[in-house]
Nanobody, 130 residues
């Protein structure tokens, strides 16, 4: 059964760090483009960080560059999002997602910018207090 399970959210003070994990068991056999997204009641869902695991390409929203790092552990089929220097505006529900099928790094980048992913996991809440 294919599924995406996100974990690692929590409440931290501004400047703190968290690492989110996404168990992508099952998707590695049918997808090579994964990403992290976040949403709040006030804002539409936005891409935070994406990864094309086939060619090791990564993509980031401008707001998180230099603070967040996305990585893939192929031995565990797990996508990570390491977040440092957290700000109150990083608060939101974070989702991991995957695009169906194998696509090129350039196509993965376009899908990340458009947030057009096929499979979505349940969210994990991140709350940053100032």
């Amino acid at each position: 059964q294919e599924h995406l399970v996100a974990s690692g959210g929590g409440s931290v003070q501004a400047g703190g760090s968290l690492r989110l994990s996404c168990d992508a068991s099952g998707y590695i056999y049918s997808a090579n483009c994964l990403g992290w997204f976040r949403q709040t009641p006030e804002k539409e869902r936005e891409g935070v960080a994406g990864a094309s695991v086939g060619d090791n390409s990564t993509y980031y929203a401008d707001s998180v560059k230099g603070r967040f790092t996305v990585s893939w552990d192929k031995t565990k089929n797990t996508l990570y999002l390491s977040m440092t220097g957290l700000k109150s505006e990083d608060t939101g529900t974070y989702y991991c997602a995957a695009v169906n099928g194998y696509i090129s790094g350039n196509t993965c980048a376009r899908r990340f910018r458009s947030t057009m992913y096929n499979y979505w996991g349940q969210g994990t809440q991140v709350t940053v207090s100032s």
